[in-house]
């Protein structure tokens, strides 16, 4: 073996890509315009198609770059789409708690960039895994998201902004999660269709046909899974929209006009049942917080009530405030009254997943040094521990209360429990329509989801009816008094998402793992030894 043999045996070679990540000065517009992109395929906007490629901008910002400058250009990208998507949170409650909030989302965001640019080895070596590793790296941000802290926030869920695209279909088939995983896969393909230096003579033109095939078959897969429900039973549903005196936090300050204009909406339905207008509904839905006077223990409240589900003829599920369980406790409930013998406690679900510093504050005394404005809330909501499943007698509802919708399992379980409506009560009194139409847009993915009709009951809108195709009838506008009947179809069948439950979201997530823990060991492995 000669001496230049010898060194050849010893010397470490370092295997680079053939070029670097772009450069900084693009990547930073790029990830801004990225968060701006995805944020208007949110509503009120609806720019759907945008989701992508909001998706692939933060995928070429952070290729190839250092875990730091990833994570950087992340964040970027998540303070400009969640700022502006929650900026409904500062409207009555001041700039704090929005600024802390839209930065705790973004620093998810930042995760996302950062493991996205540890992940460059695999893709610079497999280039088609772009669009599957993007896509299940999404999926495990938004799982984690969803569930820290304090139970997470899954605002913003790529599954989300798909609510009038073909996409939608998807949830069918594996619920949100996958919606997110195929939006995500969609931004993939167009990264690598766009990607240069594709090597060969066919460079040019075949990863742009392989990305158009496999687009077409992402939508094509979305508008044909059976989404539509079979027929079966159906029953009347009324929505009582009552509205509230004014707009904000103080709605409060008028509870027993909330109560009153909901009462007398029904009231005033029955009046046209009775003419012959409208048909009887079988049941009446009236929104969370139409009776923040616990009806229970106040016996005007009760009678105020009890008067309007015997004049209806039918029973309703209120949204109120219950006292208790123990003192400075109370509970955010959905309660059927039913005409002629009021309260039926055995129909009673108080709501799972209070929403942390707005139900109940955690940590409140190191929370008052941040902010004063934690001691508005003044006794701290009590989770229910069942699910919101409500036999009626001509209905099951599965019943969830306001932002509990976003939330996977929640609704689930109520479909599992033998739901056959959805129900989705809340009070959008405190924010805007843009949240309001982000909250019905969820609502719409858990009707494809479980293949359920749907409604949400909103106390100043946005209320409506939807089906299980994911179409929206009968929607109110906001801040007015509203009362809409419609008649819905039942189901009791489950779809492939209810049956998989948690499986699709725990398989994509266990597969970004995977992708990590790959990209770690080709790291390991980039400085090789050749051997001469």
């Not at 952070?62 to 789409?81: C, I, S």
């Not at 109370?330 to 679900?349: K, S």
């Not at 109520?414 to 309001?436: C, I, P, R, S, Y």
Request: glycine share 12%; aromatic share 6%.
């Amino acid at each position: 073996m000669t001496t230049l043999d010898r060194d050849e045996t010893r010397t470490p070679v370092v295997v680079r890509p053939t070029r670097g990540p772009v450069p900084l000065r693009v990547a930073v517009p790029v990830a801004v315009a990225a968060g701006l992109a995805l944020l208007v395929a949110f509503p009120p906007y609806g720019w759907w198609p945008l989701a992508p490629v909001g998706v692939a901008g933060l995928a070429v910002a952070v290729h190839r770059r250092r875990l730091r400058a990833g994570a950087g250009l992340g964040f970027l990208t998540g303070v400009a789409l969640f700022a502006p998507l929650l900026a409904w949170t500062n409207l009555h409650t001041g700039l704090l708690p929005w600024v802390l909030l839209s930065l705790l989302q973004a620093g998810y965001l930042a995760l996302l960039g950062a493991a996205s640019a540890w992940v460059s080895p695999v893709i610079d070596r497999w280039r088609w895994a772009w669009p599957v590793v993007t896509g299940v790296l999404w999926v495990g941000q938004e799982a984690l998201r969803d569930r820290t802290p304090f139970g997470g926030f899954p605002w913003g869920r790529l599954a989300f902004s798909q609510d009038a695209s073909p996409l939608l279909g998807w949830a069918w088939l594996g619920g949100a999660p996958l919606v997110t995983g195929v939006v995500a896969v969609a931004g993939g393909l167009l990264v690598v269709g766009s990607w240069r230096r594709w090597p060969g003579p066919d460079g040019a033109w075949r990863p742009v046909a392989g990305v158009a095939v496999g687009l077409l078959l992402l939508v094509g897969v979305g508008l044909a899974v059976p989404t539509g429900a079979g027929g079966g039973r159906s029953v009347r549903v009324a929505i009582v929209q009552g509205n509230v005196p004014r707009l904000g936090l103080d709605f409060n300050a008028q509870r027993q006009a909330v109560l009153n204009n909901h009462a007398d909406a029904t009231v005033e339905l029955a009046g046209r049942v009775a003419a012959g207008a409208v048909p009887r509904p079988d049941l009446v839905v009236w929104p969370e917080n139409s009776s923040d006077i616990d009806p229970l223990r106040n016996a005007a409240a009760g009678a105020r009530i009890s008067a309007a589900a015997d004049a209806i003829g039918a029973p309703i599920l209120v949204g109120a405030v219950l006292a208790g369980p123990g003192d400075g406790e109370v509970r955010n409930a959905g309660i059927l009254w039913r005409p002629g013998t009021g309260p039926d406690m055995a129909q009673l679900y108080t709501k799972r997943h209070p929403v942390p510093f707005a139900e109940y504050v955690p940590m409140r005394s190191l929370a008052r040094k941040v902010s004063s404005q934690v001691d508005r809330v003044r006794a701290d909501f009590v989770p229910g521990s069942t699910p919101g499943v409500v036999d009626v007698g001509p209905v099951v509802l599965g019943d969830v209360i306001c932002f509990e919708v976003a939330y996977d399992g929640l609704v689930r379980d109520t479909v599992d429990g033998g739901a056959q409506l959805l129900v989705v009560q809340t009070n959008n009194a405190t924010f805007d329509v843009a949240e309001a139409r982000q909250q019905l847009a969820m609502v719409r993915l858990r009707a494809v989801e479980h293949g359920r009709a749907a409604l949400m009951a909103s106390t100043v809108g946005v209320s409506g009816f939807v089906a299980p195709d994911g179409r929206v009838s009968d929607a109110t506008g906001f801040n007015t008094r509203a009362v809409v009947v419609r008649q819905v179809t039942l189901s009791d069948g489950r779809t492939p998402a209810t049956r998989a439950g948690r499986w699709p979201e725990s398989t994509l997530a266990g597969l970004a793992v995977a992708a990590l823990v790959v990209a770690g060991m080709l790291r390991r492995r980039r400085e090789v030894t050749v051997v001469g």
